[in-house]
């Protein structure tokens, strides 16, 4: 999938909005970025299908080797779907963190916390001050 779509979080993760039936649906995943600074996972916790997010809490946890991160949601609204082969094959992350390896699908309820969102340049820029 190319990233020229895609909006990215402060907090490493991307999110691709679609329209269905009316209702704006995000579907949700970690920057390949992120996923090459954890390096060796090892346990991906996806959240609950039904779960109510709010944008910048917590939604997950990914853990590698190295550290336990989690996973904010970019976005406030209901998870209707959560990628349940991922845990088992958390390669596919570091093979195709774009398209295979996304996390949940979030039906928004409030898409303010969109404007907060970077573009791909953007969050490229913001990767390479960190460091």
């Known amino acids: 999938m190319s990233t020229d779509n895609l909006l990215f979080a402060k907090t490493h993760e991307w999110v691709k909005v679609e329209e269905s039936d009316g209702a704006k649906i995000a579907t949700v995943g970690i920057s390949a970025h992120a996923i090459e600074a954890l390096n060796d996972l090892v346990y991906l ?45 958390l390669d596919s992350l570091h093979e195709d963190a774009y398209d295979n390896g996304w996390i949940a699908k979030i039906k928004i309820s409030d898409d303010s916390a969109l404007a907060d969102l970077m573009d791909k340049a953007g969050y490229d820029k913001m990767c390479a001050e960190e460091g």
Request: aromatic share 4%; net charge negative.
């Open 45 to 89: 916790e996806l959240p609950e299908v039904g779960k109510e997010v709010t944008a910048g809490e917590s939604f997950g946890e990914i853990e590698s080797v190295k550290a336990v991160s989690d996973i904010y949601a970019p976005v406030s609204g209901e998870v209707i779907e959560a990628n349940s082969a991922l845990p088992d094959n």
